[in-house]
């Protein structure tokens, strides 16, 4: 995937006139959906999917839908939705006033996918990579339109691989509706670059002028400096937060802390963290005292409760593969 286009960071305000932002004075720490207002035109109605910030490796994954009633249509035609990637900032913030403009009509919701749930599905045990965690926001986009009385006849979503299997997935999934999915769909279809809008200007809002959760701990002990705001270590010239852009490159490896890591608006999944990680940051080595220890210390020789340790006794654990 090509790298976006780099826009100027976000003041306070532009954050506060995106609807799918309900808090800006808060950072990101979990993902969350949001939804506009429910239509009330009678339907059937067709549905567009389509995602921001699948890519980078800094900040989140947004997917975004976008409905109206199929006679609304020819309607939709003369709004100027496009693939949002082709859109300036300015024509994609006036696209999503137009997408909010007409609530008897058109309706949108985004799934805010936060960095840390996108690194920590890729990295348990069996992983859920990001293909799947794409098609579990999807289908729950999907679903809660169908849980708000929407109608639906046409869903077209935008995807890369094998977009027949995906389709026959959905289809499976939701029967009675029919799918088309097919790579550029943004470009293919209205109703999909209108979801392409929702889901840029949500993500281009979380990540410019980026809110942090982690602090640089104040030098003074004054009561005056603990009462200041701490600043946070990390520079603001992130990029367009693909790995293969050197302002983004740049600013992983400027930001390394050797011994904890990345600020939560790192993707540690990536395999760009994961190699300077590897290079830059102090080695961490785990002790194992060996399998067959574990089980006696937290079952015993004989699997008897007086003969676990009294942790194991407390939480109930009566197994080590509990841990």
């Not at 999917?49 to 976008?66: F, T």
């Amino acid at each position: 995937m090509s790298g976006e286009p780099v826009e100027p960071a976000a003041s306070a305000s532009t954050r506060r006139s995106v609807p799918s932002i309900v808090d800006p004075s808060v950072p990101l720490i979990a993902s969350y959906t949001y939804h506009s207002p429910c239509p009330t035109v009678s339907g059937p109605y067709i549905l567009g999917v389509d995602e921001a910030g699948r890519g980078p490796v800094l900040g989140p994954l947004v997917y975004g839908v976008a409905y109206c009633p199929a006679a609304y249509e020819d309607d939709l035609q003369k709004l100027g939705f496009a693939d949002s990637k082709t859109l300036t900032a300015a024509a994609r913030s006036t696209l999503l006033d137009t997408l909010c403009s007409d609530p008897a009509n058109l309706a949108w919701s985004v799934r805010v996918l936060c960095p840390q749930a996108i690194s920590s599905g890729m990295l348990r045990r069996p992983p859920t990579n990001l293909n799947r965690q794409s098609e579990q926001a999807t289908v729950l986009l999907i679903r809660e339109a169908l849980e708000r009385g929407i109608q639906l006849s046409e869903v077209y979503v935008d995807a890369l691989g094998p977009t027949k299997a995906y389709e026959a997935y959905l289809s499976s999934t939701f029967p009675g509706i029919n799918f088309t999915v097919t790579a550029k769909a943004d470009s293919k279809f209205k109703i999909v670059g209108a979801a392409s809008v929702a889901a840029k200007v949500t993500r281009d809002a979380w990540v410019e002028g980026w809110m942090f959760e982690e602090h640089q701990p104040g030098g003074e002990s004054s009561d005056s400096a603990k009462k200041r705001p701490k600043k946070p270590r990390w520079g603001a010239e992130l990029g367009s937060g693909y790995p293969s852009d050197p302002k983004t490159q740049a600013w992983i490896k400027s930001s390394l802390e050797p011994t904890f890591g990345f600020p939560s608006l790192v993707r540690f999944s990536w395999t760009t963290v994961k190699m300077v990680l590897e290079k830059d940051a102090h080695p961490v080595q785990w002790i194992d005292d060996g399998q067959a220890s574990l089980i006696k210390a937290f079952e015993g020789g004989a699997g008897l409760d007086k003969n676990r340790c009294a942790v194991a006794k407390d939480l109930c654990i009566r197994s080590v593969s509990t841990l």
